[in-house]
Nanobody, 121 residues
Framework: QVQLVESGGGLVQAGGSLRLSCAASGRTFSRYAMGWFRQAPGKEREFVAQISGGDTDYADSVKGRFTISRDNAKNTVHLQMNSLKPEDTAVYYC????????????????WGQGTQVTVSS
């Protein structure tokens, strides 16, 4: 069982930056693929970024602006978000799945409660 707790959300002006963090419980954190997803009001949840093994993957909409990273010693994954746009406004969720293959959204077994990111124009 893995518990995930996100933090770092907030209100920021367009062009600004935020750094989201996700703290995970458990002793085998390094063996989990970790992902970030988001859901805007009235929209489906969508993939943002993931890190599995030594590989990272990003949604086209955030490439070049967002960076996912992990600190296995601290059981933490981060999402650095730069050049934020109003369309990045959403609840951001951290997710985890055991293994290092490139997972799809449906593969993720564990989800955090989400953190709100609001970007004003």
């Amino acid at each position: 069982q893995v518990q995930l707790v996100e933090s770092g959300g907030g209100l920021v002006q367009a062009g600004g930056s935020l750094r989201l963090s996700c703290a995970a419980s458990g002793r085998t954190f390094s063996r989990y693929a970790m992902g970030w997803f988001r859901q805007a009001p009235g929209k489906e949840r969508e993939f943002v970024a993931q890190i599995s093994g030594g590989d990272t993957d990003y949604a086209d909409s955030v490439k070049g602006r967002f960076t996912i990273s992990r600190d296995n010693a601290k059981n933490t994954v981060h999402l650095q978000m730069n050049s934020l746009k109003p369309e990045d406004t959403a609840v951001y969720y951290c997710a985890a799945v055991y293994g290092d293959a490139a997972p799809t959204e449906d593969d993720y077994d564990y989800w955090g409660q989400g953190t709100q990111v609001t970007v004003s124009s």
